[in-house]
C-alpha cells in the first residue's frame, strides 16, 4: 500500500507519497538549520512531524477526501501528536524530548490555540502528551519499514542529544559571562530557550510548506550560495558611487566619508553595532554599503533591512534597485515587504486547520536575497501569532539586520525587541546594525541590548553632529493654536519660502489642515498612511519634481514623512512629539545645504485637534520634550546627542512599567513570560508530574499566551487592496476562477499586490464591510485565510487616500467588479 501525504489540487497530478515528504522535509530543515549548531535536531523534527499521517484513520480520509472533498472535514485528524509523542519517549534525556516534541505537536498552529490567562491551570502540551492514539504502534511499524529503521532512528536521536547538549552547554557559558545571578542566569536560559524552539518551529514550518509548495508546483527546491551575488552588488554599489563624481560640495564630502566609514568597518562579524549618524547624512546608501560587504565576506543568508511602521519602504526598496540591479520591478532579488495579503481565519481548535493551504503557501516566507520591511512585520516574525509570521523567523538568522531609525521601536516592545537581537547576535549568528540620529541607549536598560565592543561607526558623534548641523529650531509651542491659527502660520512659513513641511501626530489633524488649506494655497499637498504605498511613492515624486522646479509647495502630513524620505524642504512646522521625530522633521529642511540655515517651527496643537488620548506614547513623549524646552537653568539644544540621550534616559525612566508589554488583566507582561516561570510555578502537581518519566516541566515558555495577545498596533490592522491604478486590475484578478489560479500565480498576485495595501484597523475594517465598501474575496473554498479589497472606487480618493465617506455620487463605472 501506499501511503499518501498531500493529494494535489490539481487532478491530474500523482498524489506526494508520505516518505517522499518526510525525507524531502527533513533534508530541507537541515538545510535552512545550517549554522545555527541545530541542523541535525531540526531534521530529526522534520523527519516526525506527519509521522501521524501513516494511521489507517488518516489514509481513509485523505483518499475520501480526494474522491469527494465536501464529504469530509478537512484537516479533522489530529496526525501530529503521534510524532511528538515518539519523539517524547525516544529521547533518554527527558528534558531534551520536552523541548523537541513540544516544536512537533504546534507546527500546524504555532501555540496559537491556549491561553495562560484565560486558562492557567492547564498544559495544552501535557494534554497532548497523554492523548491515547490507538494507531502508535502501526504508525511507528510503517515508519520504520518506508522511512528509517528502528536502529538508525535511535542512532539519529542519540545525535541530536549530542548536538542539544553541546548548544545548552554553550548557552550556560555564555549566561555566566552575561550575568553573575544565579535568578538571572535561571531566567536567560529559558529565554534562550523560547527562542530556540521559536527557531526550531520556524525551520519546521518553512521546511513543511517548502516541500508542500514545490510538489503543487512540480518544482525542486534550489538553494543558492548569495556570496557572488552580494559581492556583486557590493562591487556595483562602488562603481555607481563612482560615478557621480568627487563631491562637489562640504555635505556631499562629509556623505563620501560616512559612506566609506562604513565599508571599512564591516568584516568585524556577527554582533550589535550601532551608527549614529546625523539625519541627511546618507545612512541608506552608507548602511547597505556595510551590510553588502558584511553579507559577502561572512556568507550571511540575506540582508533585511527594517525601516519603522510609520515610514515609507518603498523608496528604499526602490533606491536599492536602482543602485544594485536597475530593474524597477525586481521582486526576487529585493523584496518590500508591506503586509500579508490574506488574513488568516481565527481557528479555535487545531483540529479545525487545513492541512493545504493554497493562500498560506502563497504569502512570501522572506526568502529573498535582500527584504526591506517594516518593524511591524520584522516583530510579528517573533511574536505574533500565526504560521505565516512563525516560518519567516528562521530567515532572520545568519543574516545582516539593518534597523533604520531604531529610536522608533514602539515603547511596550522594546524588552521583547532587545532579548530577541541579544539572541539572533549570539546564537543567530547574524549581524545587527541600529541606524539613527538619535540613538536611544537600549543598552543601558535593565534587560538591555548586548552592544559589541567598540560598537559605534561614527569615531567623534559631536563633530560629526555639527558639521552636519543645516537648521535652527524657533520654538512657538509656548501657545497652544487651534486648527485656524495652524493654518494660519502654515500660510505665513509658506508664503516667506513657497516650500514648507508641515508634519502632525495624527492622521485627522493632517486631513483637517489639508481640508482647510487645499483651496487657498497653491500646490497643497496631503500624505498619509491612509494612501497605499504606490500612492504614497507618486505623491512624494510630484512634491519633489516640483520642490525641484521650485514651484510654491505645501505638503501636510503625518510623521510618515520622517523616516527614510530623501526630501528638502526649506521651512518645517513640527507638532510638539518626542525630541527623537523633532530631530527626524529637521532632517527634512535644508537636506543639501541649500540654504545658510533653515527653520524648524515646533507648534502645540490644542488637544481637540490632534486628540492624543489614544496615543499615550506620543503624549508623554511630547510632555518630556516640553518640559526640557523650558529649563530655567540651561538653554536646551534639540539636535544636540547630549539632549537626546537626556530625552531618553527620562523617556525610558518613566515608561519602566510600560517597555515589557503589560497584560490587559494588569498582573503580567509578555516579557516575563518568556521564561514561563510563573506558569511552572502554576500549574497544578497533577499536569506537572503527568508523564510517565515523571519529572516535572522543565522548558515553559508561555508561546500560544505571547502570540494570542501580542499586537504592536493594539487594535490588530489588516491589508486592504485597494482600487488605485494597477490595485484596480489586480483585484479583478484576485476574483478569478478558483480553477484558474495556481500557488504560483497567486505568489505573483500577492507580490505585486503589496504596494497596493492600505492597513486598517480592525473597527473600521468591520464597518467598511457592512457598508459594502470593503469586501472578503472567496478565492479559495478550502482556505483558512481571506482576503480584502475596495470594490467601490469612490471610498479611494486620488488626494487622501482610503476615506469612509465617498467625494463623489455613485456611478456604475465606480465598481470594480
Given at each position: 500500500?501506499?501511503?499518501?501525504?498531500?493529494?494535489?489540487?490539481?487532478?491530474?497530478?500523482?498524489?506526494?507519497?508520505?516518505?517522499?515528504?518526510?525525507?524531502?522535509?527533513?533534508?530541507?530543515?537541515?538545510?535552512?538549520?545550517?549554522?545555527?549548531?541545530?541542523?541535525?535536531?531540526?531534521?530529526?523534527?522534520?523527519?516526525?512531524?506527519?509521522?501521524?499521517?501513516?494511521?489507517?484513520?488518516?489514509?481513509?480520509?485523505?483518499?475520501?477526501?480526494?474522491?469527494?472533498?465536501?464529504?469530509?472535514?478537512?484537516?479533522?485528524?489530529?496526525?501530529?501528536?503521534?510524532?511528538?509523542?515518539?519523539?517524547?519517549?525516544?529521547?533518554?534525556?527527558?528534558?531534551?524530548?520536552?523541548?523537541?516534541?513540544?516544536?512537533?505537536?504546534?507546527?500546524?498552529?504555532?501555540?496559537?490555540?491556549?491561553?495562560?490567562?484565560?486558562?492557567?491551570?492547564?498544559?495544552?502540551?501535557?494534554?497532548?502528551?497523554?492523548?491515547?492514539?490507538?494507531?502508535?504502534?502501526?504508525?511507528?511499524?510503517?515508519?520504520?519499514?518506508e522511512?528509517?529503521?528502528?536502529?538508525?532512528?535511535?542512532?539519529?536521536?542519540?545525535?541530536?542529544?549530542?548536538?542539544?547538549?553541546?548548544?545548552?552547554?554553550?548557552v550556560?557559558?555564555?549566561?555566566?559571562?552575561?550575568?553573575?545571578?544565579?535568578?538571572?542566569?535561571?531566567?536567560?536560559?529559558?529565554?534562550?530557550?523560547?527562542?530556540?524552539?521559536?527557531?526550531?518551529?520556524?525551520i519546521?514550518?518553512?521546511?513543511?510548506?517548502?516541500d508542500?509548495?514545490?510538489?503543487?508546483e512540480?518544482?525542486?527546491?534550489?538553494?543558492?550560495?548569495?556570496?557572488?551575488?552580494?559581492?556583486?552588488?557590493?562591487?556595483?554599489?562602488?562603481?555607481?558611487?563612482?560615478?557621480?563624481?568627487?563631491p562637489?560640495?562640504?555635505?556631499?564630502?562629509?556623505?563620501?566619508?560616512?559612506?566609506?566609514?562604513c565599508?571599512?568597518?564591516?568584516?568585524?562579524?556577527?554582533?550589535?553595532?550601532?551608527?549614529?549618524?546625523?539625519?541627511?547624512?546618507?545612512?541608506?546608501?552608507?548602511?547597505?554599503?556595510?551590510?553588502?560587504?558584511?553579507?559577502?565576506?561572512?556568507?550571511?543568508?540575506?540582508?533585511?533591512?527594517?525601516?519603522?511602521?510609520?515610514s515609507?519602504?518603498?523608496?528604499?526598496?526602490?533606491?536599492?534597485?536602482?543602485?544594485?540591479?536597475?530593474?524597477?520591478?525586481?521582486?526576487?532579488?529585493?523584496?518590500?515587504?508591506?503586509?500579508?495579503?490574506?488574513r488568516?481565519?481565527?481557528?479555535?481548535?487545531?483540529?479545525?486547520?487545513?492541512?493545504?493551504?493554497?493562500?498560506?503557501l502563497?504569502?512570501?516566507?522572506?526568502?529573498?536575497?535582500?527584504?526591506?520591511?517594516?518593524?511591524?512585520?520584522?516583530?510579528?516574525?517573533?511574536?505574533?501569532?500565526?504560521?505565516?509570521?512563525?516560518r519567516?523567523?528562521?530567515?532572520?538568522?545568519?543574516?545582516?539586520?539593518?534597523?533604520?531609525?531604531?529610536?522608533?521601536?514602539?515603547?511596550?516592545?522594546t524588552?521583547?525587541?532587545?532579548?530577541?537581537?541579544?539572541?539572533?547576535?549570539?546564537?543567530?549568528?547574524?549581524?545587527?546594525?541600529?541606524?539613527?540620529?538619535?540613538?536611544?541607549?537600549?543598552?543601558?536598560?535593565?534587560?538591555?541590548?548586548?552592544l559589541s565592543?567598540?560598537?559605534?561607526?561614527?569615531?567623534?558623534?559631536?563633530?560629526?553632529?555639527?558639521k552636519?548641523?543645516?537648521?535652527?529650531?524657533?520654538?512657538?509651542?509656548?501657545?497652544?493654536?487651534?486648527a485656524?491659527?495652524?493654518?494660519?502660520l502654515?500660510?505665513?512659513?509658506?508664503?516667506?519660502?513657497?516650500?514648507?513641511?508641515?508634519?502632525?501626530?495624527?492622521?485627522?489633524?493632517?486631513?483637517?489642515?489639508?481640508?482647510?488649506?487645499?483651496?487657498?494655497?497653491?500646490?497643497?499637498?496631503?500624505?498619509?498612511?491612509?494612501?497605499?504605498?504606490?500612492?504614497?511613492?507618486?505623491?512624494?515624486?510630484?512634491?519633489?519634481?516640483?520642490?525641484?522646479?521650485?514651484?510654491?509647495?505645501?505638503?501636510?502630513?503625518?510623521?510618515?514623512?520622517?523616516?527614510?524620505?530623501?526630501?528638502?524642504f526649506?521651512?518645517?512646522?513640527?507638532?510638539?512629539?518626542g525630541?527623537?521625530?523633532?530631530?527626524?522633521?529637521?532632517?527634512?529642511?535644508?537636506?543639501?545645504?541649500?540654504?545658510?540655515?533653515?527653520?524648524?517651527?515646533?507648534?502645540?496643537?490644542?488637544?481637540?485637534?490632534?486628540?492624543?488620548?489614544?496615543?499615550?506614547?506620543?503624549?508623554?513623549?511630547?510632555?518630556?520634550?516640553?518640559?526640557?524646552?523650558?529649563?530655567?537653568?540651561?538653554?536646551?539644544?534639540?539636535?544636540?546627542?547630549?539632549?537626546?540621550?537626556?530625552?531618553?534616559?527620562?523617556?525610558?525612566?518613566?515608561?519602566?512599567?510600560?517597555?515589557?508589554?503589560?497584560?490587559?488583566?494588569?498582573?503580567?507582561?509578555?516579557?516575563?513570560?518568556?521564561?514561563?516561570?510563573?506558569?511552572?510555578?502554576?500549574?497544578?502537581?497533577?499536569?506537572?508530574?503527568?508523564?510517565?518519566?515523571?519529572?516535572?516541566?522543565?522548558?515553559?515558555?508561555?508561546?500560544?499566551?505571547?502570540?494570542?495577545?501580542?499586537?504592536?498596533?493594539?487594535?490588530?490592522?489588516?491589508?486592504?487592496?485597494?482600487?488605485?491604478?494597477?490595485?484596480?486590475?489586480?483585484?479583478?484578478?484576485?476574483?478569478?476562477?478558483?480553477?484558474?489560479?495556481?500557488?504560483?500565480?497567486?505568489?505573483?498576485?500577492?507580490?505585486?499586490?503589496?504596494?497596493?495595501?492600505?492597513?486598517?484597523?480592525?473597527?473600521?475594517?468591520?464597518?467598511?464591510?457592512?457598508?459594502?465598501?470593503?469586501?472578503?474575496?472567496?478565492?479559495?473554498?478550502?482556505?483558512?485565510?481571506?482576503?480584502?479589497?475596495?470594490?467601490?472606487?469612490?471610498?479611494?480618493?486620488?488626494?487622501?487616500?482610503?476615506?469612509?465617506?465617498?467625494?463623489?455620487?455613485?456611478?456604475?463605472?465606480?465598481?470594480?467588479?
Amino acid at each position: 500500500m501506499k501511503y499518501i501525504a498531500h493529494t494535489s489540487t490539481d487532478p491530474t497530478k500523482q498524489d506526494q507519497l508520505l516518505k517522499d515528504h518526510l525525507l524531502q522535509s527533513r533534508e530541507l530543515a537541515e538545510r535552512f538549520a545550517a549554522g545555527t549548531g541545530l541542523a541535525t535536531t531540526a531534521g530529526l523534527i522534520a523527519l516526525l512531524h506527519d509521522i501521524g499521517k501513516y494511521s489507517d484513520e488518516f489514509q481513509t480520509y485523505i483518499r475520501q477526501a480526494k474522491r469527494d472533498s465536501t464529504s469530509v472535514k478537512r484537516g479533522s485528524i489530529d496526525h501530529t501528536t503521534a510524532g511528538g509523542q515518539i519523539l517524547l519517549k525516544a529521547f533518554r534525556e527527558p528534558y531534551l524530548g520536552q523541548l523537541v516534541s513540544d516544536v512537533l505537536i504546534s507546527h500546524h498552529n504555532v501555540w496559537g490555540v491556549k491561553d495562560y490567562l484565560t486558562a492557567p491551570k492547564k498544559s495544552p502540551f501535557l494534554d497532548r502528551m497523554k492523548k491515547p492514539i490507538g494507531d502508535l504502534p502501526i504508525i511507528k511499524e510503517r515508519f520504520y519499514a518506508e522511512v528509517l529503521d528502528e536502529a538508525s532512528f535511535q542512532i539519529l536521536v542519540d545525535k541530536a542529544t549530542q548536538e542539544l547538549n553541546q548548544y545548552l552547554e554553550q548557552v550556560r557559558l555564555n549566561t555566566e559571562r552575561f550575568y553573575h545571578d544565579d535568578a538571572e542566569r535561571g531566567e536567560e536560559v529559558r529565554r534562550v530557550i523560547f527562542f530556540t524552539q521559536k527557531t526550531l518551529s520556524s525551520i519546521l514550518i518553512d521546511a513543511d510548506r517548502t516541500d508542500t509548495m514545490a510538489f503543487e508546483e512540480g518544482k525542486i527546491v534550489d538553494f543558492e550560495d548569495r556570496t557572488k551575488l552580494f559581492a556583486d552588488y557590493h562591487s556595483k554599489l562602488l562603481a555607481r558611487l563612482r560615478d557621480f563624481g568627487e563631491p562637489t560640495t562640504e555635505i556631499n564630502r562629509l556623505r563620501n566619508r560616512l559612506s566609506e566609514q562604513c565599508d571599512d568597518f564591516a568584516e568585524r562579524g556577527d554582533g550589535i553595532y550601532t551608527l549614529s549618524s546625523p539625519t541627511g547624512a546618507g545612512k541608506t546608501i552608507a548602511s547597505l554599503r556595510y551590510a553588502l560587504h558584511e553579507a559577502a565576506e561572512n556568507k550571511k543568508r540575506q540582508i533585511i533591512y527594517v525601516i519603522p511602521y510609520t515610514s515609507i519602504i518603498e523608496q528604499n526598496a526602490q533606491v536599492f534597485r536602482d543602485l544594485l540591479n536597475g530593474d524597477p520591478n525586481d521582486g526576487t532579488n529585493i523584496l518590500e515587504f508591506h503586509s500579508n495579503v490574506a488574513r488568516e481565519i481565527e481557528l479555535e481548535r487545531v483540529e479545525d486547520r487545513k492541512d493545504l493551504d493554497m493562500l498560506d503557501l502563497a504569502e512570501s516566507s522572506w526568502d529573498s536575497p535582500i527584504i526591506v520591511t517594516t518593524m511591524i512585520q520584522f516583530l510579528n516574525a517573533i511574536f505574533a501569532k500565526g504560521t505565516k509570521n512563525a516560518r519567516r523567523f528562521h530567515n532572520l538568522l545568519n543574516s545582516v539586520l539593518v534597523f533604520d531609525e531604531i529610536q522608533n521601536l514602539p515603547l511596550k516592545t522594546t524588552k521583547l525587541f532587545n532579548t530577541a537581537i541579544n539572541y539572533l547576535a549570539t546564537y543567530g549568528h547574524s549581524d545587527i546594525l541600529l541606524c539613527t540620529a538619535t540613538q536611544p541607549s537600549l543598552d543601558r536598560l535593565t534587560d538591555g541590548i548586548r552592544l559589541s565592543k567598540d560598537h559605534e561607526l561614527i569615531p567623534d558623534l559631536t563633530a560629526t553632529f555639527e558639521k552636519f548641523r543645516r537648521v535652527e529650531i524657533i520654538n512657538r509651542s509656548n501657545r497652544q493654536m487651534d486648527a485656524e491659527k495652524l493654518a494660519t502660520l502654515l500660510k505665513e512659513v509658506y508664503t516667506e519660502t513657497h516650500s514648507t513641511l508641515a508634519v502632525v501626530n495624527t492622521k485627522g489633524a493632517a486631513r483637517v489642515l489639508y481640508d482647510q488649506l487645499k483651496d487657498q494655497v497653491p500646490g497643497t499637498y496631503h500624505l498619509s498612511t491612509n494612501m497605499c504605498p504606490a500612492h504614497r511613492k507618486n505623491m512624494l515624486n510630484e512634491i519633489k519634481q516640483r520642490l525641484k522646479e521650485d514651484e510654491p509647495t505645501l505638503c501636510i502630513s503625518t510623521q510618515l514623512i520622517e523616516a527614510g524620505v530623501d526630501i528638502s524642504f526649506k521651512a518645517v512646522v513640527r507638532s510638539l512629539t518626542g525630541v527623537d521625530s523633532i530631530a527626524q522633521a529637521a532632517g527634512r529642511c535644508n537636506r543639501n545645504g541649500e540654504l545658510t540655515k533653515g527653520k524648524v517651527y515646533l507648534v502645540d496643537p490644542i488637544p481637540d485637534l490632534e486628540k492624543l488620548t489614544k496615543l499615550p506614547e506620543i503624549e508623554r513623549a511630547k510632555d518630556i520634550t516640553d518640559s526640557l524646552l523650558y529649563k530655567p537653568d540651561q538653554p536646551t539644544d534639540l539636535l544636540n546627542p547630549e539632549w537626546v540621550q537626556h530625552y531618553f534616559e527620562r523617556y525610558y525612566r518613566d515608561q519602566a512599567n510600560y517597555l515589557g508589554y503589560p497584560c490587559k488583566n494588569g498582573d503580567d507582561d509578555l516579557y516575563s513570560m518568556l521564561t514561563g516561570t510563573k506558569i511552572l510555578g502554576e500549574l497544578t502537581k497533577l499536569h506537572r508530574k503527568g508523564l510517565e518519566w515523571g519529572k516535572d516541566l522543565v522548558w515553559a515558555g508561555n508561546a500560544e499566551t505571547i502570540a494570542r495577545n501580542f499586537a504592536v498596533i493594539p487594535d490588530e490592522t489588516v491589508g486592504v487592496l485597494v482600487p488605485y491604478k494597477d490595485g484596480k486590475e489586480l483585484i479583478y484578478d484576485l476574483n478569478g476562477t478558483q480553477a484558474d489560479l495556481t500557488i504560483e500565480k497567486l505568489k505573483d498576485l500577492f507580490y505585486r499586490a503589496q504596494p497596493y495595501l492600505v492597513n486598517v484597523y480592525q473597527n473600521q475594517l468591520s464597518s467598511l464591510v457592512r457598508q459594502g465598501v470593503i469586501v472578503p474575496i472567496s478565492i479559495l473554498s478550502t482556505s483558512d485565510a481571506q482576503v480584502y479589497a475596495v470594490t467601490d472606487e469612490r471610498y479611494y480618493d486620488s488626494k487622501l487616500g482610503l476615506v469612509s465617506t465617498p467625494m463623489e455620487p455613485l456611478a456604475v463605472d465606480d465598481y470594480v467588479f
